[in-house]
Nanobody
């Protein structure tokens, strides 16, 4: 299983960024997927999740209305569109594979974030 994030970088407050995650080594269309983030000194927290067939999306309250999670099963790729970025969105963002087709990360992570498979992370910095 391999998950590779890309698209991180520096954005100004109010700006936008798009993260991508390319998956390999498993049947992408059979798993729910998610994005989580971590700031220095704190644990991993889930941000957004999507079911295997994209019929359901879930968002952490802090990003609801600003972030959009989506996926393209034909391309084995997960996306996170981040809009109206705030300095408190600064973190390392991780792409994650759920345990099956539905989303469970929102109830398990934290504290059981290690139950999921994560990528290597992409830094997102929001600053003037």
């Amino acid at each position: 299983v391999q998950l590779v994030e890309s698209g991180g970088g520096l954005a100004q407050p109010g700006g936008s960024l798009r993260l991508s995650c390319t998956a390999s080594g498993f049947i992408f269309s059979s798993y729910g997927m998610s994005w989580a983030r971590q700031v220095p000194g704190k644990g991993l927290e889930w941000v957004a999740a999507i079911t295997s067939d994209s019929t359901q999306t879930l968002y952490q309250e802090a990003v609801k209305g600003r972030f959009v999670i989506s996926r393209d099963n034909a391309k084995n790729t997960l996306y996170l569109d981040m809009n109206n970025l705030k300095p408190q969105d600064t973190a390392v963002y991780y792409c994650g594979r759920d345990l099956g087709p539905i989303s469970t990360v929102q109830v398990m992570c934290p504290p059981n974030c290690d139950q999921f498979t994560w990528g290597q992370g992409a830094q997102v910095t929001v600053s003037l």
